[in-house]
């Protein structure tokens, strides 16, 4: 684990608290930092906080979300949805809003390695083609209309998940279990996090592709 958090208090308890789940953890406490450690060490996970000196968590995730895909937890003192859209569009699988408790980060933490351990596990090659958008699940590329369409390991799982139950309502609380991992009775999960990577992959693939059904979830149109 890389822990990236310039509050050297904050920063030591994740670091303390993810050791006593098993974790080695390395830390940093600047962007310039953050990214040379990613860089030496090849971490599972980044625990990574948005405020920081040098350059600030979102031009971290994008350098080492560039390098590599690796799943990002980001940390963020502003609940704003259009600062919680961007680090989506960075890279970030998922976020917590500080305050936050150690039992939820760990939980959302246990749930990301879960969902990639997951992903690497399934069998390939698979392709899915619903009209003009073709995902190959092998190489996690995905195209529509021939276009090819940057995603994030997140954004790339909720929509294979959707392709491969066309046309079915998929309430939020379904998505938070089985994409994300969460477990929705225990606290700390947030349907928030589902909408914020609709809204990401409407932006992306196009509005008309997921629709929503009001007070239920999302649902894939086929597309022509």
């Known amino acids: 684990m890389l822990v990236v958090e310039d509050d050297l208090t904050i920063a030591a308890s994740i670091a303390a608290r993810l050791r006593a789940e098993g974790f080695t953890v390395e830390l940093a406490h600047d962007g310039p930092a953050a990214v040379a450690a990613e860089a030496a060490t090849g971490p599972d996970l980044v625990v990574l906080d948005v405020m920081l000196p040098g350059f600030d968590g979102l031009e971290v995730c994008r350098r080492i979300q560039a390098r590599r895909p690796v799943p990002v937890l980001m940390l963020t003192a502003r609940a704003d949805e259009t600062d919680l859209l961007v680090g989506l569009g960075v890279g970030a699988d998922d976020y917590l809003t500080k305050p936050f408790s150690m039992r939820v980060l760990t939980a959302r933490v246990h749930a990301l390695l879960r969902r990639v351990e997951r992903s690497s596990a399934r069998p390939g090659p698979e392709r899915i083609v619903l009209g003009d958008l073709e995902i190959d699940i092998d190489e996690r590329r995905v195209t529509r209309a021939g276009e090819p369409a940057q995603l994030t390991p997140i954004e790339f799982d909720l929509l294979v998940h959707f392709a491969r139950r066309p046309r079915s309502v998929q309430p ?14 225990a606290g700390g999960a947030t349907t928030r996090a589902v909408d914020s990577h609709i809204k990401a992959l409407r932006r992306k693939l196009g509005a008309d592709l997921i629709r929503t059904v009001h007070g239920v979830g999302y649902a894939l149109e086929v597309p022509a």
């Open 172 to 185: 939020r609380e379904r998505l938070l279990a089985e994409v994300w991992d969460w477990d929705v009775h």
